[in-house]
T-cell receptor
């Protein structure tokens, strides 16, 4: 089992739609969580951190459920410019070590069409 | 904008050549990472470092090697490039346990 698992996608939605991405992680002791966005042939960039109480940034809402080891990203009123790959990222202890490192999900591709 | 830089941005090189991909950051980050990514595919961690003189192999086996002699510098070396090494290589860094990572713009390597 991979440390971070994401919805396989791809998601193809019309402009204005609401879309939700889910992600599960394996280590219950994980402390920090992020959503990244990666445009085609570009480097990943931070979209938002995910806080325990949930957080919102404009049309984007991130939620964390520690009991289920699950995080989510909700995008409301989708825009054409939201088309990208969304990566779930969790900072957890690496195998055989007490030190943490980042684990990336494989990403979920979103295409918003007019 | 993140202060993490990769050079070269693009490299086309012949089989058997030795290459070094450079990655530098001026943010004082202790953790640095190298990822390999083919077009449309997921990121694969190939090396990471917790700090100076610390290097670890990542999740994907790689014939490349890395060094971390200075905090700001994390070069990746391929002793003998092969066509199978053709890919995009992305460098990233972060500060501590719970901080986000910043990525360089990547090096697109083509071995012919």
């Amino acid at each position: 089992r991979k440390e971070v698992e994401q919805d396989p996608g791809p998601f193809n939605v019309p402009e204005g739609a609401t879309v939700a991405f889910n992600c599960t992680y394996s280590n219950s002791a994980s402390q920090s969580f992020f959503w990244y966005r990666q445009d085609c042939r570009k480097e990943p960039k931070l979209l938002m951190s995910v806080y325990s109480s949930g957080n919102e940034d404009g049309r984007f809402t991130a939620q964390l459920n520690r009991a289920s080891q699950y995080i989510s990203l909700l995008i409301r009123d989708s825009k054409l410019s939201d088309s990208a790959t969304y990566l779930c990222v969790v900072n957890m202890q690496s195998r055989g070590s007490t030190l943490g490192r980042l684990y990336f999900g494989r990403g979920t591709q979103l295409t918003v069409w007019p | 904008e993140a202060d993490i830089y990769q050079t070269p941005r693009y490299l086309v090189i012949g089989t058997g050549k030795k290459i070094t991909l450079e990655c530098s950051q001026t943010m004082g980050h202790d953790k640095m990472y190298w990822y390999q990514q083919d077009p449309g595919m997921e990121l694969h961690l190939i090396h990471y470092s917790y700090g100076v003189n610390s290097t670890e192999k990542g999740d994907l086996s790689s014939e490349s090697t890395v060094s971390r002699i200075r905090t700001e510098h994390f070069p990746l070396t391929l002793e003998s490039a092969r066509p199978s090494h053709t890919s995009q290589y992305l460098c990233a860094s972060n500060l501590g346990q719970n901080t986000e990572a910043f990525f360089g713009q990547g090096t697109r390597l083509t071995v012919v």
